[in-house]
């Protein structure tokens, strides 16, 4: 085996090589990854090189030959697969690699993160759901060290910016959300998705699954006319006013 494919082939289930491909499928059966959008990258944890899927290929068909490995240094390819580019949303993942400390980035065009997009401004709010407490405040204990995850009692804010043409135009404005929402775990991006981010797959995986369910709930409330932020008893008044 050449030392380029070596970084792809594994009998592990859980090197990041199979887990994108693992994940993409599951994606594109929650309708997350459909019609070659959306993608995941995930950092080797082993040796901190970026796993990243090809551009404009069914996500859900990739297989570990079809991905590009990129060294965390200089940002060159390690392994690059001849037949294709890479995913237009590298740039996007390389600065939440950078300037996030992420572990994995997840990519989706969830419609449910596409309709809130519509119906909030500048940010996603929701406030007092259960589901919350999945999501981390950005805080850590200063005992423990462990990441501080939101209270049933907080509300989850999470940055919408406009969408562009191109991916890469989406880099200005990501680089200012990480300095306007510091504690934030994802962006999304209007009329396009969402990307999610967390220090392993794993916890980007349950950010990312979190977000969606509390975005799915906020278009519900809102059809209701219950205001997804608004405080806890007060969604008697908003239903009694219908
Ligand atoms: C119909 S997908 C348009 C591009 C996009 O938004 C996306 O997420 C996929 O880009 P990639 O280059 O990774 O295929
Ligand atoms: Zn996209």
Redesign the pocket.
């Known amino acids: 085996m050449s030392s380029e494919d070596a970084l792809i082939h594994s009998d592990d289930p859980r090197h990041p090589a199979n887990l994108i491909c693992t994940l993409c499928k599951q994606f594109f059966y929650n309708n997350w990854c459909t019609g070659t959008?959306?993608g995941i990258s995930i950092k080797d944890p082993k040796t901190s090189h970026y796993y990243l899927a090809p551009s404009g290929v069914q996500k859900e068909q990739m297989t570990p030959d079809d991905l590009f490995v990129m060294d965390a240094q200089s940002l060159g390819y390690l392994r690059a697969p001849k037949s294709y580019k890479p995913s237009a949303?590298t740039p996007l993942f390389v600065a939440c690699y950078q300037k996030k400390d992420a572990g994995a980035i997840i990519?989706t065009?969830s419609q449910n993160a596409v309709v809130c997009s519509l119906i909030f401004g500048d940010e996603f709010r929701i406030a007092n759901i259960e589901q919350i407490k999945a999501i981390p405040s950005g805080k850590v204990d200063p005992v423990t060290k462990k990441p501080i995850a939101l209270s049933f009692f907080d509300t989850l804010r999470i940055p919408i910016i406009e969408n562009m043409a191109h991916?890469d135009e989406l880099i200005d404005d990501l680089h200012k959300t990480f300095i306007d929402y510091p504690d934030t775990c994802a962006v999304i991006v209007r009329r396009?998705?969402i990307f999610v981010w967390g220090p392993t797959i794993d916890k980007a995986k349950i950010f990312n699954e979190a977000i969606d369910y509390l975005m799915e709930l906020a278009i519900k409330m809102h059809k209701l006319g219950i205001p997804p932020d608004c405080g806890i008893g007060e969604e008697k008044k908003h239903l009694a006013g219908q």
């Open positions: 959008g959306g949303c990519h065009h991916e396009h998705g």
